[in-house]
């Protein structure tokens, strides 16, 4: 069985230690087991959940959400539909937000073109609300 120290463990999820111990913290981790000199052990397993902690945080899953797949999963095992439905919903706001910043980038284009198309000065305040929306709203 291979137990990790504190250090090897935050390497090998690549997290660092602040890290790790927020999520013993705040019980995302269960309480690892201590050496005889008082030092933490990490099992695989607890390797495991960190390492699906840290992916799912990446993946824009909020500690709530994780605590809940992580709880569920424990006590009686999240359901594949539980999942997928979060993950759905963590989509569509991906969707959402490429929208908005596809938007964005429209406008800021269009004012690019206007103001070098009409050579003003890009402290006019006019330009901006007029560019936008006329082109973009």
């Known amino acids: 069985m291979v137990l990790y120290l504190r250090g090897e463990m935050a390497k090998a999820a690549n997290v660092n230690i602040e890290t790790l111990r927020y999520y013993e913290q705040h019980g995302l981790l269960p ?27 990446r993946c824009g899953f909020t500690l709530k959400e994780i605590r809940k797949a992580l709880t569920k999963s424990v006590d009686a095992g999240i359901s594949i539909t539980e999942f997928t439905d979060v993950i ?37 305040r006019e330009v901006l609300p007029q560019c936008c929306s006329r082109r973009c709203g």
Request: glycine content about 4%; overall charge negative.
């Open 31 to 57: 309480a690892p087991s201590r050496s005889e000199s008082g030092y933490r052990l990490y099992s695989e397993e607890d390797l495991t959940r960190l390492t699906f902690i840290h992916n799912a945080k």
């Open 88 to 124: 759905d919903s963590k989509l569509n706001s991906i969707d959402l937000e490429i929208g908005k910043l596809e938007q964005t980038k429209l406008m800021l284009a269009h004012l690019k073109s206007d103001l070098v198309a009409e050579q003003k000065n890009p402290g006019v």
